[in-house]
């Protein structure tokens, strides 16, 4: 298999119109294409992260709840990449998101720190 990168990262929301805010108009990220598909009775949200990356936001009827706990098996959090990440908190926060204290990963010694989506999806930022 010849991997180019990684396509889109798929998430699920419980309210669109919630989520849908929160990851357009709060973290920016470009809308490439919104589709509801009436058969489903939901929405695919495409959307354009940085200049290569895509989010897939879907909403479903009722979805079942996820296990939240961030240490166990699966898709541990989204991180993204941010240049300055003192103005991203500040930003945030004046957004009405709570973010954690912000750490220095001891391997790298970049500063990063997490959130949450409005479902709870952990959230990471990272800076460059």
């Known amino acids: 298999m ?3 990168g990684i396509h889109h990262v798929a998430i ?3 309210d669109y119109q919630k989520s849908k805010h929160f990851y357009v108009d709060i973290l920016g990220f470009a809308i490439i294409q919104e ?3 009436a058969a489903r009775d939901s929405y695919k949200l495409d959307l354009r992260v940085g200049l290569h990356d895509a989010i897939e936001l879907f909403s479903f009827p009722h979805p ?6 961030p240490e166990a098996c699966g898709l541990r959090h989204l991180a993204f990449e941010v240049e300055n990440i ?3 908190v500040d ?3 004046s957004q009405g998101v709570e973010v954690e204290k912000i750490r220095v990963d001891e391997i790298t010694g970049k500063r990063f720190t997490f ?7 952990p959230l990471e930022m990272y800076e460059s």
């Open 12 to 14: 699920i929301c419980s």
């Open 64 to 69: 079942p709840a996820r296990v939240n706990k």
């Open 91 to 93: 930003y945030l926060q």
């Open 35 to 37: 589709t509801y598909r």
């Open 2 to 4: 010849k991997t180019k």
């Open 86 to 88: 003192d103005e991203s």
């Open 115 to 121: 959130f949450q989506d409005p479902d709870g999806l």
